[in-house]
């Protein structure tokens, strides 16, 4: 879990859905929803890159650029459509 600050400065707990590495960029990423919304239809799930720190702290960065948002929304699809195939069978 982590723990997001929303543009509004509430503390929002949240699941880590998964991490990742981007070689085009040279960042990690990771990407979260917050808790218990997985009892919701559809969740929203947000990203960030961060920077692993020592222990479990790290810091999480603002995605910033449409390049960036597009590989993440790539990875995003491919994980579901895992996700869809691993329910299936």
Request: hydrophobic residues 35%.
């Amino acid at each position: 879990q982590l723990t997001y600050i929303d543009d509004k400065g509430n503390e929002i707990l949240c699941d880590i859905l998964f991490t990742f590495e981007s070689e085009e960029f040279k960042k990690s990423y990771v990407l979260f929803y917050p808790t218990g919304s997985l009892e919701e239809e559809e969740i929203e799930v947000y990203a960030a890159s961060f920077v692993p720190l020592e222990g479990e702290i790290g810091e999480l960065n603002e995605v910033t650029t449409d390049e960036e948002w597009a590989m993440i929304e790539e990875v995003l699809e491919s994980f579901e459509n895992e996700e869809d195939s691993d329910l299936e069978e």
